[in-house]
């Protein structure tokens, strides 16, 4: 069984920082990816980043590639999401998500099996 536990979202202003992370209890990380989705109200629930635990292989959504880097602490059992030059656009729930899969292409939300409860990110104007 997994579980997923998101932190770090809050309020920030335009052109501001946030690190998102999500903690994972799972009895094994071989073939296992993570990624963040997010939703913001009434909008489907997009694809942000991803990556798999083993090798490291990251993917990004056009929108925020250059500005969000997705990385791994596995001896903490954990991934973040460094969010950086926010802007209004990117407030929405984040969630965090997994799968039992190492191809880290994995752009839509029925391709993971397990979700955090989410964090809100805001960004004002």
């Known amino acids: 069984q997994v579980q997923l536990v998101e932190s770090g979202g809050g309020l920030v202003q335009a052109g501001g920082s946030l690190r998102l992370s999500c903690a994972a209890s799972v009895r094994t990380f071989s073939s296992f990816s993570m990624g963040w989705f997010r939703q913001a109200p009434g909008k489907e629930r997009d694809f942000v980043a991803a990556?798999?635990?083993?090798?490291?292989?990251?993917s990004y959504s056009d929108s925020v590639k250059g500005r969000f880097t997705i990385s791994r602490g596995n001896a903490k059992n954990t991934v973040f999401l460094q969010m950086n030059s926010l802007k209004p656009e990117d407030t929405a729930v984040y969630y965090c998500a997994a799968r039992y899969s190492d191809v880290v292409f994995a752009p839509r939300a029925d391709m993971y099996a397990y979700w955090g409860q989410g964090t809100q990110v805001t960004v004002s104007s």
């Open positions: 990556i798999t635990w083993s090798g490291g292989s990251t």
